[in-house]
């Protein structure tokens, strides 16, 4: 699995009305998207939930490389770059997806952990994988993912929340979650 995130920063006078109209013309056409499990349309509202500044981002979680590859190849980002420009996709080795017992994800958390230089990486990464699942299975939890950035050393822990969370890292409001193979992903034990 492959997790992807994109996210434009967005000016101060942006109307934000036409980000939301974009979420719900948009969302539906990947509603049944093959290969992907999930993907949110995300804002981050200066003011709101931490945010000191507005932006729009996409956050995906793709079963295999190939449709991350096919949705670049085939011009499903080019939609994005014509819109908002090119922005940098931080890409993640998914080490771990779970699916919760939440049905209505509204919030969607990142929060990236760099691994200390003399950790043990095996050690490390088993205990992100188990620190997921106990999330996982935290009330109103949607979805919980890690991702690991194998050139910087950073863990990418997403959350899909039905409710607000503390700790849990930048807070964004999801404005429609396509959720084609959400279902598939193993449920919280």
């Known amino acids: 699995m492959i997790v992807a995130h994109y996210e434009h920063r967005l000016p ?3 109307d934000l009305g036409r980000i939301r109209s974009r979420a719900q013309e948009r969302g539906p056409l990947w509603d049944a998207k093959p290969e992907l ?3 949110g349309f995300l ?3 200066s003011g709101r939930f931490g945010a000191t500044t507005s932006s729009y981002s996409s956050l995906y979680l793709w079963r295999h490389d190939e449709a991350f590859r096919d949705f670049l190849v085939n011009g499903g980002y080019r939609i994005v770059v014509d819109m908002f420009g090119r922005a940098r996709i931080e890409t993640r ?4 997806a779970r699916k ?4 209505d994800a509204r919030f969607a958390y990142r929060q990236d ?4 230089p003399d950790a043990d990486l095996a050690a490390a990464m088993t205990g992100e994988i188990e620190r997921n699942a106990d999330l996982s299975a935290r009330a109103g939890i949607v979805a919980a993912v890690v991702g690991l950035d194998a050139e910087t050393w950073v863990f990418t822990r997403v959350l899909l929340s039905e409710n607000e969370q503390t700790d849990a890292g930048a807070c964004y409001q ?3 979650l396509a959720q084609p193979l959400l279902d598939r992903l193993p449920y919280a034990t």
Do not use: Q
């Not at 080795?93 to 771990?96: G, M, P, R």
């Not at 919760?100 to 049905?103: E, F, I, L, P, V």
């Not at 952990?113 to 200390?116: G, L, N, P, Q």
């Open 12 to 14: 101060a006078d942006y």
């Open 37 to 39: 499990y999930f993907k």
């Open 43 to 45: 804002l981050r509202e």
């Open 93 to 96: 080795v998914a080490l771990d």
């Open 100 to 103: 919760g017992a939440g049905r």
């Open 113 to 116: 952990v760099a691994i200390s």
């Open 174 to 176: 999801i404005l429609h």
